[in-house]
C-alpha cells in the first residue's frame, strides 16, 4: 500500500519560536494532502487542505496565518506552526492519496509540545 | 456529511468475533462507508469500504443494512493489535476527498 512519511515523529520547542513538520508521499504523487490535529482522549480534527501548487484551504477557525502551509511538490507538504504557544501541544497528522484510491494514507504523526 | 452514531467503547475477548455498529441514518445515496482505526500514538489506518453490497478483505468485512442507514464493521477474530479506535465515515470516496472524524468506537481486547 501507499506510505506517507512524517518527520519529525516528536519536537519540543519553547514558545514563541516555530516549528516545521514535513509531510512526504514515499511511493506515490499526492496534488492534495491533508492536515489534522488531535488533542489528547479526542478525535482528529481537519485542520486544512494542502494543493500543491497553490494556496492550502483552512477550516473554519484554523489561523492561516499561524500555521503555514506549503506545498511545493507533489511529494511534500509542509506544516509550520509560527509563534507556537503550550496550547499548540498536540499531535500533527497529514494524509495524502494516490489519485486512483479510495482511501487516504495516513502518516505516523508529529507530537509537538511547546514548553 | 452524514452524521454518525457508534458505541464510545466496547470490549471483546482475544480471538473471539467483533462486530462494531454504526448508525448513519442521513447518508446520502451516493456516499460510500468508510472504516478506519487508530492504533495508540500512530495516525488512522484504512480498514475497508463499501457502497451497498457487503465487502470482505483481509482485516475484515462490512456488513451494510439494506437501507443504508447502518453498518457494522466485523473483525473475526479479535486480536491485542486489534485494540483501536474504529471510526465509520460515510462520504464520497476518492483520495482526493477529505476524511471528517466523528467520535468513534474505543475497542477493547481482554486477553
Known amino acids: 500500500g501507499a506510505v506517507v512519511s512524517q518527520h519529525p515523529s516528536w519536537v519540543i520547542c519553547k514558545s514563541g519560536t516555530s516549528v516545521k513538520i514535513e509531510c512526504r508521499s514515499l511511493?506515490?504523487?499526492?496534488?492534495?494532502m491533508f492536515w489534522y490535529r488531535q488533542f489528547p482522549k479526542q478525535s482528529l480534527m481537519l485542520m486544512a487542505t494542502?494543493?500543491?501548487?497553490?494556496?492550502?484551504?483552512?477550516e473554519q477557525g484554523v489561523e492561516k496565518d499561524k500555521f503555514l502551509i506549503n506545498h511545493a511538490s507533489l511529494t511534500l507538504s509542509t506544516l509550520t506552526v509560527t509563534s507556537a504557544h503550550p496550547e499548540d501541544s498536540s499531535f500533527y497528522i497529514c494524509?495524502?492519496?494516490?489519485?486512483?484510491?479510495?482511501?487516504?494514507?495516513f502518516g505516523p504523526g508529529t507530537r509537538l509540545t511547546v514548553t | 456529511d452524514a452524521k454518525t452514531t457508534q458505541p464510545n467503547s466496547m470490549e471483546s475477548n482475544e480471538e473471539e468475533p467483533v462486530h462494531l455498529p454504526c448508525n448513519h441514518s442521513?447518508?446520502?445515496?451516493?456516499?460510500?462507508i468508510h472504516w478506519y482505526r487508530q492504533l495508540p500514538s500512530q495516525g488512522p489506518e484504512y480498514v475497508i469500504h463499501?457502497?451497498?453490497s457487503n465487502v470482505n478483505n483481509r482485516m475484515a468485512s462490512l456488513a451494510i443494512a439494506e437501507d443504508r442507514k447502518s453498518s457494522t464493521l466485523i473483525l473475526h477474530r479479535a486480536t491485542l493489535r486489534d485494540a483501536a479506535v474504529y471510526y465509520c465515515?460515510?462520504?464520497?470516496?476518492?483520495?482526493?476527498?477529505?476524511?471528517?472524524f466523528g467520535t468513534g468506537t474505543k475497542l477493547q481486547v481482554i486477553p
Open positions: 465515515i460515510p462520504g464520497n470516496s476518492g483520495g482526493y476527498q477529505k476524511v471528517t
Open positions: 463499501g457502497l451497498t
Open positions: 494542502s494543493n500543491e501548487g497553490s494556496k492550502a484551504t483552512y
Open positions: 494524509s495524502a492519496s494516490p489519485t486512483s484510491a479510495y482511501e487516504q494514507y
Open positions: 511511493d506515490f504523487q499526492a496534488t492534495t
Open positions: 442521513t447518508i446520502s445515496g451516493t456516499d460510500y
